[in-house]
């Protein structure tokens, strides 16, 4: 979610910069350094178990931990958690939350700034290295997730929360007035995806810091990253108990997290439908529940490109490469669906066509490709039906890619596919790969043009305009208005960083409760209004009485 360009800019007032994102330029020390720790993690495959209430269990129902790009490349196993276990991880975060709950605000923030401290000082090869061989992303994409996103949530996070600890209700003559942002009657369920290690992080650790404690449910396709994640949480002194980590079955966990009375919240990322399955698990069992549980979550997105007649041909091309392609487009904010002026149309397709045709596809371990494998089969499977839809439907065709190969890895061509039908599947369904359809509207009728972009998906992650005229910028930001949580102009719809963009949308796409600022924090507290009155009333009668 990172765009590097922003860096070395000064941080807005009175948060911590943003981590730097080192380059792994060829000689760079980094990428001597991160060759060296990949080499070493793929020769040395660990075994992960379950940690509940700061213990390690052992289930003894073992899942491989293989590398998207090479399958034969085994990098650990990992104990498997079910209904059980979750249950038994709720009962370790009750028994933490006792003391956490409790603990000052600025010890619980010293835990996540240690951390990502410890993120800047080395950890951050390790964090980087599991992220490139467990979920096949190239070691700049990796710097962007795990390293910076990461250390800036453990430090912004923090600065944010500070702010609204700091916003206090106004005291008059002879009295004073308090708020106590207390953490939530009981237990939060973090479930978290894939595709950013800093996601897995800031799930659990945000709702943690405002004093909660978490049952974390880590995506089986990221476990390494994570295991070590949780491993780094240990290292900057986190207690025991407070996020408790349970890989394995989504379902099984669900339903023993689920059917807990004290469930007090859930912070989700991923599938449209899985959160609304979630969702609905939480309604037929609220009246269990001691208290009406938080729901938040960033789910789907079908995000856009809309290029102006009078656009930076140049720079919407390189927004539309990078935008569609980086990590496989397996972002939540990824461009899918790309808007071009009839009149200019022909000549970007075929000047994107090229630029997508350079680029390389392989293991992240060689720095030379630009795109990797993606995360699994089921999702090789699912992407490439897309593709070959797209290919027998008479109102498409293939401009640039469309290949494929599971032979060793799941790798995909980067695709661009051209349709004649505005609402085809490729422009109106979530694809959650490197496939970018592209459409001509009649650049005569800009109204119409804009309600397409509006109307044709059900979500509204994230959107990027390209325009000159200031006018034009100022039509389609209000055009527009609804159809992106994270608007982008004359850049790509990909980039949010900590503390400046903060991120997530609505409709289809989630709650929008804003990963990144203190929108998402204030989710995560159960405010109590104190009202100390220093001369209570001696006497109960009014003297309108008299």
């Not at 008059?172 to 953490?183: F, H, K």
């Not at 089921?378 to 401009?399: N, S, V, W």
């Not at 949580?485 to 929008?512: C, H, L």
Request: charged share 20%; glycine share 8%; with cysteine.
């Amino acid at each position: 979610m990172y765009d590097s360009l922003i860096y070395g800019r000064e941080p807005s007032p009175g948060l911590p910069p943003n981590e730097p994102v080192r380059s792994y330029a060829p000689g760079s020390p980094e990428r001597s350094a991160i060759d060296a720790e990949l080499k070493a993690m793929a020769a040395n495959p660990v075994e992960i178990p379950l940690v509940i209430g700061g213990k390690e269990v052992r289930t003894g129902r073992i899942k491989e931990i293989r590398s998207p790009h090479d399958r034969s490349l085994v990098l650990g196993r990992y104990h498997e958690a079910g209904e059980a276990e979750a249950i038994a991880a709720a009962d370790a975060a009750a028994v933490a939350s006792r003391e956490w709950s409790e603990t000052p605000f600025q010890e619980r923030a010293a835990v996540f700034r240690k951390a990502a401290d410890l993120i800047s000082s080395g950890w951050w090869k390790t964090l980087n290295a599991s992220t490139m061989l467990g979920q096949s992303k190239n070691a700049y994409q990796a710097e962007i997730d795990s390293t910076c996103e990461t250390a800036d949530f453990f430090r912004i996070n923090p600065a944010l929360a500070e702010r609204l600890y700091a916003e206090q209700p106004r005291s008059g003559a002879g009295e004073r007035n308090l708020t106590d942002y207390r953490p939530l009657d009981g237990f939060v369920y973090a479930v978290t995806p894939f595709n950013f290690t800093a996601i897995a992080a800031n799930l659990p650790s945000a709702p943690a810091l405002m004093g909660n404690t978490v049952v974390w449910k880590p995506a089986s396709s990221s476990v390494l990253s994570n295991w070590h994640l949780m491993r780094l949480y240990k290292a900057a002194g986190l207690p025991d108990g407070v996020i408790n980590f349970l890989p394995g079955s989504a379902r099984a966990i669900s339903a023993g997290a689920l059917s807990r009375p004290d469930l007090a919240g859930l912070h989700f990322t991923g599938s449209t439908a899985v959160f609304n399955s979630l969702w609905k698990g939480i309604a037929d069992n609220l009246s269990a529940y001691s208290s009406y549980p938080r729901l938040v979550g960033e789910t789907g997105g079908k995000d856009f490109i809309f290029v102006h007649p009078d656009a930076d041909l140049d720079a919407a091309v390189a927004a539309c490469v990078r935008g569609a392609f980086e990590y496989q487009g397996q972002k939540c904010s990824a461009a899918s669906r790309l808007y071009l002026p009839r009149s200019i149309a022909g000549r970007f397709i075929e000047r994107l066509a090229a630029e997508i045709s350079s680029l390389r596809v392989g293991p992240p371990t060689d720095h030379a490709n630009f795109v990797n494998a993606v995360i699994d089969e089921a999702a090789f499977d699912t992407i490439t039906g897309f593709i070959d839809r797209a290919e027998a439907d008479p109102a498409c065709r293939i401009a640039a890619g469309g290949g494929y190969d599971k032979s060793r890895g799941f790798f995909i061509d980067p695709t661009l596919i051209v349709s004649d039908d505005p609402r085809s599947e490729t422009m109106a369904n979530e694809i959650f790969g490197p496939v970018l359809t592209a459409y001509a509207y009649d650049d005569s009728d800009m109204a119409a043009a804009y309600e397409l972009v509006d109307t044709t998906s059900p979500y509204a992650l994230t959107g990027a305009v390209f325009a000159s005229d200031r006018r034009a910028i100022m039509e389609a930001t209000r055009a527009l208005r609804h159809a992106a949580g994270n608007f982008y102009i004359n850049d790509k719809p990909t980039g949010a960083v900590v503390g400046r963009q903060p991120f997530g949308g609505a409709r289809g796409s989630g709650t929008n409760d804003k990963a990144g600022s203190f929108l998402n924090l204030v989710r995560w507290t159960s405010p109590r209004t104190i009202k100390e009155n220093f001369a209570p009333p001696a006497d109960w009668r009014y003297p309108f009485l008299g």
